[in-house]
């Protein structure tokens, strides 16, 4: 079974790290599964960007909306709001996870389940306004990969 899920979490990676010329790299991603009733789950993951980049946003035929969330601190009250995008330096990785920025799915088209994959486009903006996309496949599991637990 650890073998199977370390498979799943290097196909999320592989996929983004082979495409050359990718405008960011993406490691460590992840989605959580959800339990009977609930509509909504979290992606995480780590991306790097090649050059000066904004992180436009999410999208995945696995949920109905995608959109960029933080979850702050306010007083003694942690509160989760939607974020605009996120600007990312060159080299410089941005860690999307649970506690801080991450991406919220929600309107789910079926049961995110423990072992499966989603697949996930992220969209972003270069210094000229060029958009880009890079696909992935995200595993579902529990926890964040093991070489992404800091």
Known sequence: MRTFLAS???AGTVLS???ADAPAT???AWARPIVAGQQSSGAYMTITAREPLTLLGGESPAAGIVEIHQMKMEG???KMRAAADLPLAPGKPLQLGPGGYHFMLMDLQAPFKA???IPFTLRFRDAKGKVSTLRLSVPVQ???PRESRQ
């Open 8 to 10: 799943l979490v290097l």
């Open 17 to 19: 790290a082979q495409a």
């Open 26 to 28: 993406v490691q460590g």
């Open 76 to 78: 003694d009250i942690m």
């Open 115 to 117: 072992g499966t994959q």
């Open 142 to 144: 529990a926890a964040a």
